[in-house]
């Protein structure tokens, strides 16, 4: 299994005659090789040349130089409908600017058809990836809005799809992110919708959470959009600490009714009470600790909360780890908190939270269940002595 997603592990018995047929396939491999390399050596960019291409690319994607051949023939291939030189026009110096649109549009919806039938057998080759966009960039160049328009709304769709199949493929989340990116751009935005998507998008991270909590990039995307949401809307103080439905649903400019860090902090607490070891979970209650801390707390989600609101939220976290605890004495993750909790406490009150000993028990606990990183706790240890 890889992210839910089951492999095979059937692994056909080594006869000779089966290593006799691997031989055999690697020879017609290197001869494909061979003949793709002869036929740019050549400058031969013809049609053959480019079946060829997708023969060897379907065979081994990873194989990033034959990308770049196929790119260099896909541009030979539409330089006659893109250059307004007659010369290079041949067989289209009859066609209406129209038309060469459109021939131009098949061209580069053709290619997108062959990369998505690698997509779907190789969902985390960068190269696949990487000429889609590739492809896109040349539709944005050279197409007329409506149809660049139309392609990249399809992209959505089909990464979205993508990502129903591996919620967790970061290659896909990437790739969402500039497929939004080029969505929001001016020349390509939808007059009555709007041009922003941050709003869509945090909504779709809560969707993609609640279907597993284990997600880095989900919550990625959610620690990076939310502060966006908030300054889109132009939220007042008290309108960055509330927010209807755990900051999913009905925020508006009017009304954000709950308390919009505990609502986020409720979310993750709801996380890491169902899997107190997944390190995805903490990062974002780190990030969320950032928000109480006066260093970092201007770029935070609330960065005018009070002292006295940051320490008391501090306590209340402080607590809920103690909790937390007393039912799972072997996770590291829970001393970590406690430990950066505790100290981010002294730095803004010039207090501890607990009793020094206390937290000189939580590092040595931490020592124990962490042995790998033993330098760093010690520095930790220090750290703690010293303050």
Not at 114 to 135: D, E, G, T
Not at 234 to 258: F, V, Y
Not at 296 to 302: D, H, V, Y
Not at 322 to 334: A, F, G, H, S
Request: net charge negative.
């Amino acid at each position: 299994m890889s992210h839910g997603i089951p492999r095979s592990n059937e692994v056909e018995p080594r006869t000779e005659q089966v290593r006799q047929r691997e031989l055999k396939k690697i020879e017609e491999y290197k001869e494909l090789v061979d003949l793709v390399e002869a036929k740019i050596q050549d400058r031969d960019y013809t049609l053959e040349a480019l079946q060829l291409t997708s023969r060897l690319l379907t065979l081994n994607p990873e194989y990033y130089t034959i990308w770049n051949h196929r790119r260099r023939i896909l541009q030979h291939r539409l330089a006659p409908l893109l250059s307004r030189d007659s010369t290079l026009k041949g067989q289209w110096d009859d066609y209406s600017p129209g038309e060469m649109n459109e021939g131009t549009l098949k061209f580069i919806t053709s290619d997108l058809n062959f990369v998505f039938s690698l997509l779907r057998k190789f969902p985390k080759c960068y190269w696949i990836w990487n000429h889609r966009l590739w492809l896109l960039q040349q539709a944005s160049t050279y197409l007329p809005v409506p149809a660049v328009r139309k392609l990249w709304d399809g992209e959505l769709l089909l990464v979205g799809k993508m990502l129903s199949i591996d919620n967790r493929n970061f290659h896909g989340w990437g790739y969402r992110r500039v497929v939004v990116a080029a969505l929001q751009r001016p020349e390509l935005c939808d007059e009555n919708v709007g041009a922003s998507m941050v709003k869509d998008e945090f909504d779709y991270t809560t969707r993609m959470i609640r279907t597993s909590m284990s997600n880095f990039s989900a919550w990625h995307n959610r620690s990076v959009l939310i502060t966006r949401l908030l300054d889109e809307l132009a939220a007042s103080d008290d309108d960055r600490r509330n927010m209807l439905d755990e900051g999913t649903a009905a925020l508006n400019i009017h009304s954000i009714g709950k308390l919009m860090c505990h609502a986020e902090l409720i979310l993750i607490q709801e996380g890491l009470y169902t899997d107190s070891r997944d390190q995805s979970l903490w990062f974002y209650h780190q990030s969320l600790m950032c928000t109480f801390d006066p260093i970092f707390a201007s770029r935070s989600m609330t960065p005018n909360l009070s002292q006295y609101d940051r320490l008391a939220y501090i306590r209340s976290e402080t607590d809920k780890l103690l909790e937390m605890l007393e039912d799972d004495r072997d996770c590291k993750w829970i001393y970590q908190a406690l430990i950066q909790l505790a100290m981010l406490y002294k730095s803004t009150s010039g207090s501890w939270p607990v009793l020094p000993e206390r937290i000189g028990t939580w590092v040595t606990s931490l020592q124990a269940l962490d042995p790998l990183r033993h330098g760093r706790w010690a520095d930790l240890e220090q750290r703690v002595r010293t303050e």
